[in-house]
């Protein structure tokens, strides 16, 4: 093959245009084997790690989570959960009542580097482990170790027994490498909120009674020894009444099961091949819900497909568990025992999280709000269009819920480490409220097809990887050719708000002066519609110098684009000719997608109306 010097030099400079000089991603594949005694809920694992140092620093340590022991009383999370300066409602068992047999419970034996032990210290939910070989840059390594394990009660995502009976949830179950980024180590304490996982892939045989269903992360690879409608074939058997199940997920950053002797287990056909598989207790009360969900479930996935990108599995599992709905490599543990329109919306939420946080795998510790916000946005418009909901404006109420939060007080940025929010409501309304309004209000500045075009475009070029959201923005601003680094910092690193009034409108003979006040402290483009009293209208629009662009007019009538308002500059007037009319009323932003926390000062009516 002829080598072409000037076509290497050219991708090396677009990968160093679009990651940056540093980006890189490590790398662990895990092979495991666990067993599972359905008695006690105690398990017994085995598992070995590829790990391969992709950075180009020499690592002379690593981290594994340890979730399970969390659950525990006196834990951080359990001490946090009452320290909290509001309640945490996703908590209903108060951590410190658990008594030994449902206290949850995870332990690391034999760990070697290589075949040689290997010391560690453990720290709550973090084992630091001091390696004997530092591993250099694009060096690999092989962990290998037995674990021990005990299933906690149903607190928080994972557990047994959960109030709806399902035996098991098994998520954040095994011991986890930290990532290692451009940050460095994250091995932040688990206190029931966000993660960030290492890019690999597993190959993960569990042993449990031959009476339970197992729903998992990945591709089954025994499905004709297994049945439990995997397969035609009946369920295998063994000697000792355990049955082997052998699981591989490639290219994912997690693994999760649930399993459950009353599961009933349904293969829909998806789009693109795509096997969507729903376990639900065979339960009368929500069989009805479930058989109904599994159409629309195909509906959900095809309208992300088109709107975002190729969903890059062949199977999806929509799984009755843990405590409300949380989203996992390749499936999710939702509650089963709602009514129709709420199971749609949990399972139409969990499943654009494949998109938002299982393809696009942010650093949900440090942005939550990209993932839970980007999710509730698309989510929340997609179970509009499947469902036939005919919503006008879908995404309504988290703008009303990020306005009650800006005016509350106790707003913090959304830069905020997950775990370190003051109040539980303020990280709730900022990672999904107002993440949402994040991407609809971008939808405002840039147009709506400029943000369409940026989320497939993001999807393309930032699947498999951990985007940032400086990567976001730079793929809008090429996309929409408007700068938007204001818009990022003001939004996400402040807690500044958007407010702008008509302050006064003149009129003289044939012309009205209007003038307008910037109240509040993040700068906006403006569209102002004006309604003149024989049912004419007129549509003006205001730029900003810091956009260094214009988007195009949305809007089915023209549009004159007025001098632009710079941010340091509190008030703009602007003349219009009204040709003997009267103006009857005057409205910044008709479309209400700028989250202006006062919208009262927004609209002028004449004193006739």
Not at 225 to 235: A, L, M, N, Q, R
Not at 260 to 269: E, K, L, Q, S, V
Not at 402 to 429: C, F, H, V, W
Not at 569 to 592: A, L, V
């Amino acid at each position: 093959m002829k080598f072409n010097f000037f076509l290497l030099i050219g991708i090396f400079f677009s990968v160093f245009n679009l990651y940056g000089q540093n980006y890189w991603q490590q790398r662990a594949d895990y092979k495991m084997s666990v067993k599972m005694d359905v008695k006690t809920f105690q398990y017994l694992g085995s598992q070995t790690i590829n790990y391969t140092n992709n950075s180009p620093d020499t690592l002379n340590k690593v981290f594994f989570h340890l979730f399970f022991n969390a659950f525990q009383p006196g834990s951080e999370m359990a001490v946090r959960i009452k320290s909290g300066a509001d309640k945490n409602t996703r908590f209903k068992i108060d951590i410190d009542t658990l008594k030994p047999k449902d206290i949850g419970k995870l332990a690391v034996l034999n760990l070697k580097q290589d075949g040689v032990l290997i010391e560690s210290e453990l720290s709550g939910t973090i084992l630091e482990v001091s390696l004997n070989n530092p591993i250099g840059p694009n060096q690999s390594t092989v962990f290998s170790m037995d674990f021990s394990g005990q299933v906690p009660y149903m607190v928080r995502r994972a557990g047994k027994n959960s109030r709806e009976n399902v035996a098991l949830s098994m998520a954040q179950w095994f011991p986890k490498l930290a990532e290692y980024d451009y940050d460095g180590w994250n091995a932040e304490p688990y206190l029931g909120r966000e993660f960030h996982g290492v890019w690999g892939s597993y190959d993960v045989e569990l042993f449990i009674d031959k009476k339970y269903t197992v729903a998992a992360s990945g591709i089954l690879q025994n499905p004709e020894e297994v049945g439990h409608g995997y397969s035609k074939t009946k369920k295998g058997r063994s000697k000792r009444g355990l049955l082997k199940w052998h699981f591989i997920a490639n290219n994912v950053h997690d693994f999760t099961w649930s399993a459950d002797p009353d599961y009933i287990h349904d293969i829909f056909p998806g789009p693109n091949n795509v096997d969507l598989h729903f376990f639900y207790k065979n339960d009368k009360e929500i069989i009805e819900n479930w058989k109904n969900l599994q159409p629309k479930t195909a509906e959900l996935m095809a309208f992300f497909n088109k709107n975002i990108g190729p969903y890059p599995y062949k199977q999806y599992s929509v799984v009755q568990g843990g405590d409300g709905g949380m989203e996992y490599a390749m499936l999710t543990l939702i509650t089963g025992g709602r009514d129709f329109d709420g199971l749609l919306g949990v399972t139409s939420h969990e499943l654009a999280h494949s998109w938002f946080q299982h393809v696009l795998a942010t650093n949900e510790m440090k942005h939550e709000w990209m993932d839970e916000g980007f999710t509730s946005y698309i989510a929340t418009i997609a179970k509009n269009v499947v469902n036939e909901e005919d919503n006008y404006f879908p995404l309504e109420r988290f703008y009303i819920d990020y306005i009650d939060l800006a005016l509350s007080g106790k707003e913090e940025p959304q830069m905020t480490n997950a775990n370190r929010y003051k109040y539980n409501m303020g990280y709730e309304y900022t990672a999904y409220r107002k993440g949402a309004v994040f991407l609809s209000q971008l939808g405002y500045i840039i147009g709506e097809k400029n943000l369409a075009e940026t989320l497939k475009e993001y999807y393309r070029e930032f699947k498999f990887k951990h985007p940032t959201p400086n990567d976001f923005r730079r793929v809008a601003e090429r996309v929409s050719q408007i700068q938007l680094k204001w818009y990022l910092t003001d939004w996400t690193q402040t807690i500044k708000t958007i407010d702008y009034s008509i302050k006064s409108v003149e009129t003289k003979k044939n012309t009205s002066k209007i003038t307008l006040e910037r109240v509040g402290e993040i700068p906006m483009p403006l569209d102002i519609l004006v309604n003149f009293d024989d049912g004419s209208q007129e549509l003006y629009y205001i730029p900003i110098p810091l956009m260094r662009g214009e988007k195009e007019n949305p809007y089915l009538i023209e549009w004159s684009i007025l001098k632009d308002w710079p941010w340091a500059i509190p008030e703009y007037s602007f003349k219009i000719n009204i040709d003997n009319r009267q103006i009857s009323s005057i409205i910044i932003d008709p479309t209400m997608l700028m989250a202006d926390v006062n919208r009262e000062n927004n609209l002028y009516l004449s004193e006739k109306n």
